[in-house]
Protein backbone atom coordinates (compact mmCIF):
# COMPACT_ATOMS: atom_id res chain seq x y z
CA UNK A 1 0.00 0.00 0.00
CA UNK A 2 2.45 2.49 0.79
CA UNK A 3 5.00 1.71 -1.82
CA UNK A 4 2.06 1.87 -5.00
CA UNK A 5 1.11 5.47 -2.89
CA UNK A 6 4.68 6.86 -3.42
CA UNK A 7 4.39 5.33 -7.02
CA UNK A 8 1.24 7.22 -8.54
CA UNK A 9 3.33 10.74 -7.81
CA UNK A 10 6.44 9.57 -9.29
CA UNK A 11 8.86 8.88 -5.85
CA UNK A 12 10.89 5.54 -5.67
CA UNK A 13 9.63 3.94 -2.59
CA UNK A 14 10.61 0.00 -3.24
CA UNK A 15 8.64 -2.53 -1.05
CA UNK A 16 11.59 -3.87 0.35
CA UNK A 17 12.01 -1.01 2.63
CA UNK A 18 8.98 -1.59 4.08
CA UNK A 19 9.74 -4.52 4.71
CA UNK A 20 13.08 -4.11 6.66
CA UNK A 21 10.94 -1.59 8.37
CA UNK A 22 8.68 -3.69 9.30
CA UNK A 23 11.55 -6.27 10.57
CA UNK A 24 12.77 -3.99 12.44
CA UNK A 25 9.73 -2.90 14.28
CA UNK A 26 9.11 -6.63 14.96
CA UNK A 27 12.64 -6.60 16.43
CA UNK A 28 11.74 -3.27 18.70
CA UNK A 29 14.44 -1.33 16.88
CA UNK A 30 12.43 0.85 15.01
CA UNK A 31 8.83 2.00 15.16
CA UNK A 32 6.80 3.28 12.49
CA UNK A 33 3.69 5.52 12.54
CA UNK A 34 1.40 6.19 10.03
CA UNK A 35 -1.01 8.60 9.22
CA UNK A 36 -4.11 8.50 7.22
CA UNK A 37 -6.80 10.63 6.10
CA UNK A 38 -10.40 9.69 5.54
CA UNK A 39 -9.14 6.42 5.53
CA UNK A 40 -6.38 7.12 2.62
CA UNK A 41 -3.01 6.53 3.58
CA UNK A 42 -1.29 9.94 3.76
CA UNK A 43 2.12 9.66 5.15
CA UNK A 44 4.76 7.90 7.54
CA UNK A 45 7.92 8.54 10.18
CA UNK A 46 9.72 6.20 11.40
CA UNK A 47 11.76 6.04 14.68
CA UNK A 48 15.02 4.74 14.95
CA UNK A 49 15.71 4.00 18.34
CA UNK A 50 19.34 3.21 17.95
CA UNK A 51 20.93 5.33 15.32
CA UNK A 52 23.23 5.11 13.01
CA UNK A 53 24.07 8.90 13.07
CA UNK A 54 27.74 8.35 15.15
CA UNK A 55 26.32 11.54 17.23
CA UNK A 56 23.62 10.44 18.02
CA UNK A 57 24.66 6.32 18.99
CA UNK A 58 27.21 7.77 21.35
CA UNK A 59 24.67 9.46 23.48
CA UNK A 60 21.86 6.98 22.39
CA UNK A 61 19.80 9.72 21.02
CA UNK A 62 16.58 8.52 19.11
CA UNK A 63 16.17 9.50 15.79
CA UNK A 64 13.06 10.14 13.72
CA UNK A 65 13.97 9.24 10.31
CA UNK A 66 12.29 9.03 7.23
CA UNK A 67 9.33 11.53 7.25
CA UNK A 68 7.11 11.07 4.18
CA UNK A 69 3.39 13.09 3.28
CA UNK A 70 2.35 12.36 -0.27
CA UNK A 71 2.41 15.44 -2.32
CA UNK A 72 -1.85 15.64 -1.75
CA UNK A 73 -2.26 15.61 1.58
CA UNK A 74 0.49 18.19 2.24
CA UNK A 75 0.07 21.64 4.37
CA UNK A 76 -2.92 19.55 6.10
CA UNK A 77 -0.88 19.47 9.77
CA UNK A 78 0.05 15.59 8.78
CA UNK A 79 3.61 16.13 8.73
CA UNK A 80 3.44 17.98 12.62
CA UNK A 81 0.61 15.31 14.03
CA UNK A 82 3.36 12.80 12.82
CA UNK A 83 6.47 14.40 14.37
CA UNK A 84 3.96 15.46 17.61
CA UNK A 85 3.73 11.39 18.06
CA UNK A 86 7.41 10.65 17.52
CA UNK A 87 8.18 12.85 19.84
CA UNK A 88 5.81 11.84 22.12
CA UNK A 89 6.57 7.75 22.08
CA UNK A 90 10.85 8.98 22.33
CA UNK A 91 9.90 11.06 25.44
CA UNK A 92 8.72 7.83 26.86
CA UNK A 93 12.46 6.63 26.81
CA UNK A 94 14.50 9.52 26.42
CA UNK A 95 14.90 13.25 27.14
CA UNK A 96 16.31 13.92 23.27
CA UNK A 97 15.16 13.73 20.27
CA UNK A 98 17.22 13.81 16.79
CA UNK A 99 16.43 13.97 12.88
CA UNK A 100 17.79 12.87 9.89
CA UNK A 101 17.13 15.68 7.31
CA UNK A 102 17.44 15.40 3.72
CA UNK A 103 19.27 18.45 2.34
CA UNK A 104 17.81 18.47 -1.62
CA UNK A 105 15.41 21.07 -2.37
CA UNK A 106 12.75 17.95 -1.97
CA UNK A 107 13.32 17.97 1.53
CA UNK A 108 12.13 21.70 1.84
CA UNK A 109 9.12 20.97 3.35
CA UNK A 110 10.43 18.45 6.07
CA UNK A 111 13.52 20.93 6.46
CA UNK A 112 11.12 24.10 7.51
CA UNK A 113 9.19 21.90 9.84
CA UNK A 114 11.92 20.87 11.72
CA UNK A 115 12.79 24.48 12.24
CA UNK A 116 9.54 25.13 13.77
CA UNK A 117 9.36 22.23 15.59
CA UNK A 118 12.92 23.97 16.99
CA UNK A 119 14.98 21.24 15.87
CA UNK A 120 18.61 23.01 14.87
CA UNK A 121 21.73 21.51 13.23
CA UNK A 122 24.26 20.10 15.21
CA UNK A 123 27.25 22.22 13.24
CA UNK A 124 29.00 18.98 12.21
CA UNK A 125 28.15 18.82 8.73
CA UNK A 126 26.98 16.91 6.30
CA UNK A 127 27.33 13.05 6.84
CA UNK A 128 26.29 10.29 4.72
CA UNK A 129 26.73 6.18 5.78
CA UNK A 130 27.87 7.14 8.97
CA UNK A 131 30.98 9.35 7.15
CA UNK A 132 31.42 13.10 7.59
Not at 22 to 42: I, M, P, Y
Not at 96 to 108: C, P, Q, S, W
Amino acid sequence: MISDAFKVQEWVKPIEQYKRYNKDQEEGKRVVLLAFADDEFAGYCTILWASYYPPFKKRSIPEVTDLNVLIKFRKQGIGTKLMDAAEALISEKSDRAGIGVGLTKDHGNAQRLYVKKGYIPDGLGISYNEQF
